[in-house]
């Protein structure tokens, strides 16, 4: 569907395999670049595989006490969206994998000069962690992502050649850091509230992670700078995904 129309937005869950929803989220990722405002939204995030699948057979609905209005509700926040240029569309991020995405491209765009200049001297106190990579970066550019408007998409079709979907330092660059629709508390409460992400301070973490997070820094303490106290967004553990 068209940036202007209404959006589409298919649910999953966790009884998905992990692969199926990994290429899903791509997917609606690729749509996006497209300016198509397609997302893949996880259903029910606080549920594992085993109970989604009781779910799913009709056992446990009624006992499980699962207010179904809120849960659409929470699935239909993402497509919420502020027209931020002639070219985008910002919506909040549909899934772990979007995220993931996210900080995987701040931790790539950072290292670059020309992005760092971007970034600037901004003091990051929430962090987003993705568990493939062991990567971290600042929860609010990992909390939205970018539908590319029909007519830009039409107009710069090289678009599609990077990354379609995702947030850029470029995009985010453009966001006013006083509108208080980009606000960084609104960032990290969308990764909790709804996506499920577990809000952990650092001294809170486990070791590995703390080890992780000391290396990550240090590694680029050149250009990220720590607030303290320290918070961690930690997605929801999948069966198939690494220690956390």
Not at 159 to 180: F, H, K, N, V, W
Not at 206 to 229: E, K, N, Y
Request: with cysteine; hydrophobic share 45%.
């Amino acid at each position: 569907m068209a940036g202007t129309a209404m959006p589409s937005c298919p649910w999953a869950s966790r009884h998905i395999a992990h692969g199926r929803l990994a290429l899903a989220a791509g997917t609606a990722m690729l749509m996006r670049g497209f300016g198509i405002a397609a997302f893949q939204v996880d259903l029910l995030p606080q549920l594992n595989a085993a109970t989604i699948k009781r779910l799913n057979a009709g056992a446990i609905a009624r006992a499980a006490g699962i207010d179904a209005r809120a849960e659409i509700e929470r699935v239909l926040q993402v497509s919420d969206a502020d027209i931020v240029d002639g070219s985008h569309r910002i919506h909040k991020a549909d899934n772990p994998f979007s995220v993931a995405v996210n900080v995987r491209q701040w931790n790539t765009e950072i290292l670059h000069p020309p992005s760092a200049a971007m970034w600037g001297r901004r003091r990051v106190s929430y962090f987003a962690y993705d568990h493939a990579s062991g990567l971290f970066a600042p929860s609010k550019f990992c909390a939205f992502v970018p539908t590319v408007k029909m007519a830009a998409a039409a107009k710069r079709p090289e678009i599609l050649q990077r990354r379609p979907a995702g947030m850029t330092m470029s995009i985010y660059a453009m966001l006013d850091e006083s509108d208080p629709r980009f606000d960084g508390r609104i960032a990290w409460k969308h990764l909790h509230s709804v996506l499920g992400y577990d809000v952990v301070e650092i001294q809170r973490a486990s070791d590995s992670v703390r080890t992780r997070f000391d290396c990550w820094q240090r590694r680029l303490a050149g250009v990220v700078q720590v607030r303290s106290p320290v918070v961690l967004l930690m997605p929801p553990l999948r069966e198939q995904a690494g220690p956390r």
